[in-house]
């Protein structure tokens, strides 16, 4: 299976949408040295990147929630929405 990063990114949000409700920036591209897709998420100037494996975006993409990147997610959202308040309108 092929991934398409706006695909993926449309799935994260799907997974996760307090990230677009606190308007946190997202991108995706595929690392061919990595074999993974770095996920880069930013508000305001903050920006935290991680990497989703191959097989764990394919995965994703068929509905099996992101696990790594929820990790991720919510470190993101707890140190910059909620404790640092950058993400609050």
């Known amino acids: ?3 398409d990063p706006k695909a993926l990114l449309a799935k994260i949000s799907e997974f996760y949408p307090e990230l677009e409700k606190s308007g946190v920036d997202m991108s995706a ?6 074999k ?3 996920v ?4 305001d100037g903050h920006e ?3 990497h989703i ?10 509905g ?4 790594h990147l929820g990790v991720h997610v919510a470190d993101f959202i707890r140190a910059y ?3 640092g308040g950058v993400c609050k309108s």
């Open 1 to 3: 299976m092929s991934v």
């Open 29 to 34: 591209e595929f690392d061919e040295n990595k």
């Open 36 to 38: 993974a897709w770095l």
């Open 40 to 43: 880069k998420l930013r508000k």
């Open 48 to 50: 935290q990147i991680t």
């Open 53 to 62: 494996e191959e097989e764990d975006a394919e995965k994703c993409m068929q």
């Open 64 to 67: 099996v929630e992101c696990v």
């Open 81 to 83: 929405c909620q404790i």
